[in-house]
């Protein structure tokens, strides 16, 4: 089956689109990646998401905007995906869509909200699409977070040792796999929420990301702003657990540096570099991991990846990509993955992951031009994840 992932995370800075074949054989998934592209949002849609955002307020008039924008911008990038990665030819398309609030009290989620009309996708590709993703592991009791976890654990299963694999945008998240355990999967806290708030608010908005963490290098650690903010009762709630940009936004750092206060700019992205740092490796060590496949856009930080490897002394650090998955596209990727594994009545969860009752069937089925014709179910679920590289 031919799939079309879609995916933009809590960074909104472009919508990221990838194609695979994948086919069940026996308990192994068979994934040959196809290609992939990264389409940025229009400049009024994006400032639009911006403004939107917690801790903004908003109105049902900017909701219903940003759900048919959002839509139709997927739309574009499913047609293009088709055109560009899959010669005109696809069975499938799975859209995350965007998240625009996940509603956590107390530890608990008690909803999530990604908007993206679906319907505009089917429309313009004739294909049936997959979305809603994280809905009912919510209503299953889980955190619907990270969804990344499923695939993480089939792909992690064939390395020995504790592997782990971290994946780096807006918020981090880490999957485990110890050896003789049920996988675990969560949220560590902010990647790249807090640096991206912070350079914005230091640029006027000229800038919206530390390139190269030129700025970060330029700096140096804060200790009194790092422990204000290492602080926050979120790292020491136990696994499974998620967070986002509900929590960790501008007025969250504001708080922080008035708590400690930090005058150069660059001393305080110093600082939250460290702070993910610090992060990623508490939880990894709290879990004995020895080997950490990174991807995700933390990964072209030189300065952020060289700090996780200062924190983690003897853990392998290695990018997805030497596993065969691209590190800018493992998360469309995963959502192709989420979205075949539905349609073959397969559940996209692990339980130990997101803390559910029960492993569930994920999303909701758009119909594309042609009746719905699904596949026969699958017989089990796969337990392994098998790369199939393009040769070259």
């Avoid at 192994?28 to 990264?38: A, E, I, V, W």
Wanted: hydrophobic share 40%; charged share 20%; glycine share 10%.
């Amino acid at each position: 089956m031919r799939v079309i992932g879609l995916m933009s995370g809590t960074s909104y800075d472009a919508i990221e689109a990838a194609s695979a074949d994948l086919a069940l054989e026996g308990d192994t998934l068979l994934l040959r990646p196809l290609g992939h592209l990264s389409v940025p949002y229009p400049d009024d849609l994006r400032d639009l998401i911006g403004a939107t955002l917690p801790p903004a307020a908003t109105t049902a008039q900017a909701i219903c905007a940003l759900d048919t924008g959002v839509g139709q911008a997927f739309a574009d990038a499913a047609g293009r995906a088709l055109r560009e990665l899959c010669d005109g030819a696809a069975d499938l398309v799975v859209s995350h869509g965007q998240t625009m609030y996940h509603w956590v009290e107390d530890g608990t989620v008690r909803g999530t909200l990604q908007l993206g009309r679906p319907a505009w996708i089917a429309e313009a590709t004739g294909l049936p699409v997959v979305s809603d993703l994280r809905s009912r592991d919510v209503a299953a009791g889980g955190q619907g977070a990270p969804l990344v976890g499923m695939t993480d654990t089939l792909l992690l299963r064939a390395l020995p040792g504790t592997p782990a694999a971290l994946n780096l945008g807006g918020i981090a998240n880490v999957t485990v796999l110890a050896p003789g355990a049920e996988p675990l999967a969560f949220d560590t806290g902010p990647a790249n929420a807090l640096l991206d708030a912070a350079v914005g608010h230091f640029t006027g908005g000229a800038a919206g990301y530390d390139e190269d963490g030129r700025r970060a290098s330029a700096g140096r650690t804060s200790p009194q702003l790092l422990r204000a903010l290492l602080d926050d009762p979120y790292y020491r709630r136990p696994a499974p657990k998620s967070t986002g940009k509900e929590h960790f936004h501008l007025p969250y750092l504001q708080r922080a540096l008035a708590a400690a206060p930090t005058e150069e700019p660059d001393d305080v992205l110093a600082t939250l570099t460290r702070l993910t740092a610090v992060t990623v490796a508490d939880a990894c060590r709290a879990h004995g991991v020895t080997e950490l496949v990174v991807s995700g856009g933390g990964t072209r930080n030189p300065v952020l990846m060289r700090m996780i490897a200062e924190e983690l002394p003897g853990v392998r650090l290695r990018p997805s990509d030497d596993l065969g998955l691209p590190s800018d596209a493992k998360e469309a990727l995963a959502f192709a993955v989420l979205g075949f594994l539905t349609v073959h009545g397969l559940p996209g969860t692990l339980p130990s992951g997101t803390g559910a009752r029960r492993a569930t069937l994920l999303g909701s089925i758009t119909p594309g031009s042609a009746p719905l014709r699904l596949p026969a179910p699958a017989a089990r679920p796969p337990r392994l994840l098998r790369i199939d590289r393009p040769a070259h």
